[in-house]
Protein backbone atom coordinates (compact mmCIF):
# COMPACT_ATOMS: atom_id res chain seq x y z
CA UNK A 1 0.00 0.00 0.00
CA UNK A 2 1.43 3.06 -0.70
CA UNK A 3 1.97 6.12 1.90
CA UNK A 4 0.17 9.27 1.40
CA UNK A 5 3.45 10.88 0.19
CA UNK A 6 3.07 8.71 -2.75
CA UNK A 7 -0.49 8.51 -3.61
CA UNK A 8 -1.51 11.16 -6.22
CA UNK A 9 -2.46 14.44 -5.69
CA UNK A 10 -5.40 15.97 -7.53
CA UNK A 11 -5.93 19.79 -7.56
CA UNK A 12 -3.94 22.29 -6.25
CA UNK A 13 -2.78 22.99 -2.62
CA UNK A 14 -3.77 26.24 -0.90
CA UNK A 15 -0.08 27.56 -1.39
CA UNK A 16 -0.37 27.37 -5.60
CA UNK A 17 -3.66 28.37 -5.37
CA UNK A 18 -3.09 31.86 -3.61
CA UNK A 19 0.21 32.08 -6.18
CA UNK A 20 -2.07 31.54 -9.60
CA UNK A 21 -4.60 33.91 -7.80
CA UNK A 22 -1.74 36.58 -7.11
CA UNK A 23 -1.07 36.52 -10.73
CA UNK A 24 -4.50 36.44 -12.11
CA UNK A 25 -4.49 40.10 -10.00
CA UNK A 26 -1.59 41.15 -11.64
CA UNK A 27 -2.03 40.41 -15.07
CA UNK A 28 -5.34 41.90 -14.55
CA UNK A 29 -3.46 45.14 -12.74
CA UNK A 30 -1.27 45.51 -16.05
CA UNK A 31 -4.24 44.83 -18.26
CA UNK A 32 -6.08 47.90 -16.64
CA UNK A 33 -3.82 50.28 -16.40
CA UNK A 34 -3.02 49.65 -20.03
CA UNK A 35 -6.12 50.71 -20.90
CA UNK A 36 -6.61 53.05 -18.72
CA UNK A 37 -3.26 54.56 -20.07
CA UNK A 38 -4.43 53.90 -24.12
CA UNK A 39 -7.91 56.11 -22.91
CA UNK A 40 -6.40 58.72 -21.53
CA UNK A 41 -4.26 58.70 -24.87
CA UNK A 42 -6.89 58.29 -27.58
CA UNK A 43 -8.74 61.19 -25.64
CA UNK A 44 -5.73 63.49 -25.90
CA UNK A 45 -5.12 62.93 -29.76
CA UNK A 46 -8.54 63.46 -30.19
CA UNK A 47 -8.68 66.52 -28.43
CA UNK A 48 -5.10 67.58 -30.37
CA UNK A 49 -7.61 67.25 -33.79
CA UNK A 50 -10.32 69.14 -32.95
CA UNK A 51 -8.17 71.95 -31.99
CA UNK A 52 -6.51 71.40 -35.81
CA UNK A 53 -9.61 71.48 -37.01
CA UNK A 54 -10.34 74.70 -35.18
CA UNK A 55 -7.86 76.33 -36.44
CA UNK A 56 -8.24 75.52 -40.32
CA UNK A 57 -12.09 77.03 -39.59
CA UNK A 58 -10.60 80.15 -38.03
CA UNK A 59 -8.55 80.64 -40.78
CA UNK A 60 -10.87 79.90 -43.62
CA UNK A 61 -13.15 82.99 -40.96
CA UNK A 62 -10.50 85.17 -41.53
CA UNK A 63 -10.07 84.72 -45.02
CA UNK A 64 -13.73 85.34 -45.87
CA UNK A 65 -14.00 88.46 -43.41
CA UNK A 66 -11.24 90.37 -44.50
CA UNK A 67 -8.31 89.05 -43.02
CA UNK A 68 -10.11 89.49 -39.09
CA UNK A 69 -10.30 86.29 -36.84
CA UNK A 70 -14.23 85.33 -35.53
CA UNK A 71 -15.16 87.38 -31.95
CA UNK A 72 -15.33 86.66 -28.53
CA UNK A 73 -18.32 87.54 -26.09
CA UNK A 74 -15.55 90.88 -25.34
CA UNK A 75 -17.46 92.33 -28.55
CA UNK A 76 -20.72 90.03 -29.33
CA UNK A 77 -23.45 88.46 -27.90
CA UNK A 78 -22.71 84.80 -27.30
CA UNK A 79 -25.30 83.26 -29.64
CA UNK A 80 -22.69 85.81 -32.22
CA UNK A 81 -19.28 84.82 -31.24
CA UNK A 82 -16.62 82.61 -32.63
CA UNK A 83 -18.35 79.44 -31.66
CA UNK A 84 -21.76 80.03 -34.11
CA UNK A 85 -19.11 81.86 -36.30
CA UNK A 86 -17.30 78.85 -37.19
CA UNK A 87 -20.09 76.17 -37.25
CA UNK A 88 -21.14 76.99 -40.98
CA UNK A 89 -16.77 76.17 -41.56
CA UNK A 90 -17.25 72.92 -39.65
CA UNK A 91 -20.33 71.21 -40.84
CA UNK A 92 -21.35 68.91 -39.22
CA UNK A 93 -18.13 68.25 -37.20
CA UNK A 94 -19.18 70.73 -34.47
CA UNK A 95 -18.34 67.93 -31.75
CA UNK A 96 -14.64 69.43 -32.47
CA UNK A 97 -15.51 72.07 -29.76
CA UNK A 98 -15.50 69.35 -27.00
CA UNK A 99 -12.63 67.97 -25.57
CA UNK A 100 -13.43 64.21 -24.33
CA UNK A 101 -11.30 65.35 -21.28
CA UNK A 102 -13.68 67.73 -19.99
CA UNK A 103 -15.34 67.04 -17.01
CA UNK A 104 -17.87 69.85 -17.82
CA UNK A 105 -18.15 67.77 -21.38
CA UNK A 106 -21.87 66.84 -21.04
CA UNK A 107 -22.86 70.43 -19.99
CA UNK A 108 -21.11 72.16 -22.16
CA UNK A 109 -21.88 70.05 -25.34
CA UNK A 110 -25.72 70.42 -24.01
CA UNK A 111 -25.53 74.30 -23.70
CA UNK A 112 -23.69 74.37 -27.61
CA UNK A 113 -20.56 75.79 -25.32
CA UNK A 114 -17.39 74.97 -26.10
CA UNK A 115 -14.76 72.81 -23.73
CA UNK A 116 -11.61 75.36 -25.74
CA UNK A 117 -11.38 79.48 -25.03
CA UNK A 118 -9.95 81.88 -27.02
CA UNK A 119 -6.68 84.44 -25.85
CA UNK A 120 -8.00 87.45 -25.48
CA UNK A 121 -4.69 89.29 -26.05
CA UNK A 122 -5.60 88.10 -29.55
CA UNK A 123 -9.14 88.11 -30.43
CA UNK A 124 -10.12 91.65 -28.41
CA UNK A 125 -8.91 94.68 -28.81
CA UNK A 126 -8.02 96.69 -26.01
CA UNK A 127 -9.79 99.43 -25.36
CA UNK A 128 -8.88 102.28 -23.31
CA UNK A 129 -11.42 104.60 -21.29
CA UNK A 130 -9.82 107.59 -22.51
CA UNK A 131 -9.94 106.85 -26.15
CA UNK A 132 -12.37 106.90 -28.97
CA UNK A 133 -11.22 104.03 -30.67
CA UNK A 134 -10.23 100.78 -29.39
CA UNK A 135 -6.32 100.62 -28.97
CA UNK A 136 -4.26 98.01 -31.64
CA UNK A 137 -6.19 94.62 -32.47
CA UNK A 138 -4.57 92.14 -33.30
CA UNK A 139 -7.24 89.85 -34.28
CA UNK A 140 -6.33 89.06 -37.59
CA UNK A 141 -3.13 86.21 -38.40
CA UNK A 142 -1.18 89.43 -40.28
CA UNK A 143 -0.96 91.18 -37.28
CA UNK A 144 0.75 88.68 -34.92
CA UNK A 145 4.76 88.92 -34.90
CA UNK A 146 5.43 85.11 -33.93
CA UNK A 147 2.30 83.37 -35.13
CA UNK A 148 4.49 79.97 -34.10
CA UNK A 149 4.67 80.94 -30.63
CA UNK A 150 1.50 82.56 -30.32
CA UNK A 151 -0.72 80.81 -28.52
CA UNK A 152 -4.38 80.99 -29.93
CA UNK A 153 -6.87 78.30 -27.77
CA UNK A 154 -6.74 77.02 -24.31
CA UNK A 155 -8.89 74.39 -22.48
CA UNK A 156 -11.40 76.05 -20.44
CA UNK A 157 -11.28 75.86 -16.55
CA UNK A 158 -13.50 73.30 -14.60
CA UNK A 159 -14.31 76.44 -12.55
CA UNK A 160 -15.62 78.30 -15.82
CA UNK A 161 -19.12 77.75 -16.07
CA UNK A 162 -20.76 75.43 -18.78
CA UNK A 163 -22.58 78.21 -21.25
CA UNK A 164 -21.17 79.96 -24.34
CA UNK A 165 -20.25 83.37 -22.84
CA UNK A 166 -17.66 81.53 -21.28
CA UNK A 167 -15.31 81.97 -24.13
CA UNK A 168 -12.03 83.74 -23.69
CA UNK A 169 -9.60 84.62 -21.13
CA UNK A 170 -8.34 87.23 -18.96
CA UNK A 171 -4.42 86.16 -19.43
CA UNK A 172 -3.77 89.69 -19.19
CA UNK A 173 -4.21 89.07 -15.46
CA UNK A 174 -2.35 86.07 -15.20
CA UNK A 175 0.23 86.98 -12.49
CA UNK A 176 -0.16 83.86 -10.56
CA UNK A 177 -0.60 79.93 -10.85
CA UNK A 178 -4.31 81.15 -9.45
CA UNK A 179 -5.18 83.59 -11.87
CA UNK A 180 -3.93 80.85 -14.78
CA UNK A 181 -6.15 78.25 -13.42
CA UNK A 182 -9.35 80.16 -13.07
CA UNK A 183 -9.19 80.52 -16.86
CA UNK A 184 -8.07 77.24 -17.69
CA UNK A 185 -7.38 73.48 -17.10
CA UNK A 186 -3.96 72.82 -17.56
CA UNK A 187 -3.92 69.68 -16.90
CA UNK A 188 -6.93 68.71 -18.83
CA UNK A 189 -5.04 65.08 -19.69
CA UNK A 190 -3.92 62.68 -17.62
CA UNK A 191 -5.23 63.52 -14.41
CA UNK A 192 -3.69 61.68 -11.45
CA UNK A 193 -5.73 63.41 -8.52
CA UNK A 194 -3.88 66.42 -8.01
CA UNK A 195 -5.30 70.01 -6.44
CA UNK A 196 -2.72 71.81 -8.08
CA UNK A 197 -3.09 71.59 -12.03
CA UNK A 198 0.04 70.52 -12.33
CA UNK A 199 0.14 66.68 -12.68
CA UNK A 200 -1.70 66.18 -16.21
CA UNK A 201 -0.88 68.27 -19.35
CA UNK A 202 -3.02 70.16 -21.94
CA UNK A 203 -2.69 70.78 -25.67
CA UNK A 204 -2.73 74.15 -27.51
CA UNK A 205 -3.64 75.51 -30.94
CA UNK A 206 -1.02 78.31 -31.71
CA UNK A 207 -1.65 80.93 -34.65
CA UNK A 208 0.35 79.12 -37.64
CA UNK A 209 -2.10 76.31 -37.04
CA UNK A 210 -0.01 73.81 -35.21
CA UNK A 211 -1.15 71.99 -32.14
CA UNK A 212 1.47 71.75 -28.97
CA UNK A 213 1.16 69.68 -25.65
CA UNK A 214 2.39 71.29 -22.30
CA UNK A 215 2.48 70.14 -19.23
CA UNK A 216 0.95 71.82 -16.15
CA UNK A 217 4.27 71.51 -14.30
CA UNK A 218 5.99 73.12 -17.31
CA UNK A 219 3.31 75.89 -17.50
CA UNK A 220 3.79 76.51 -14.06
CA UNK A 221 7.36 76.87 -13.85
CA UNK A 222 7.07 79.99 -17.21
CA UNK A 223 4.15 81.82 -15.34
CA UNK A 224 6.67 81.58 -11.90
CA UNK A 225 9.55 82.99 -14.05
CA UNK A 226 7.30 85.80 -15.45
CA UNK A 227 7.05 84.37 -18.37
CA UNK A 228 3.03 84.89 -19.55
CA UNK A 229 2.11 82.25 -22.17
CA UNK A 230 -0.88 84.24 -22.88
CA UNK A 231 1.20 86.92 -24.24
CA UNK A 232 1.60 87.75 -28.03
CA UNK A 233 5.18 87.39 -28.26
CA UNK A 234 7.08 90.59 -30.02
CA UNK A 235 4.35 92.73 -28.37
CA UNK A 236 5.24 94.70 -25.65
CA UNK A 237 1.92 96.03 -24.26
CA UNK A 238 1.22 99.47 -22.52
Given at each position: M???L??KR??F??????V?????L???S???FA?K???????M?T??????N????M?Q?????????????????????W????E???????DV?I?????????????R??????N?????????????????????P?????PS??????????????????????????????S????????I?????????T????NY??A???????T?????Q???????L???P?????
Amino acid sequence: MKSPLQQKRNGFTLVELLVVIGIILALSSLVFFAVKKGIAMSRMATCASNLRNIGIAMQQFANDNQGFYPDTTHTKPAEQAWITQLEEYLGENTDVFICPADLKAKDRERNRASSYILNNLVFAAEIDAMADEPQVNYNRPDRLPEPSKTILVFPVSDSRSPFRGEDHTHSEMWSSWASVTRDIAPDIHKRQGSNDNTKGCANYLYADGHVENITGNEFKQQIEQGNNLGEIPGVVRP
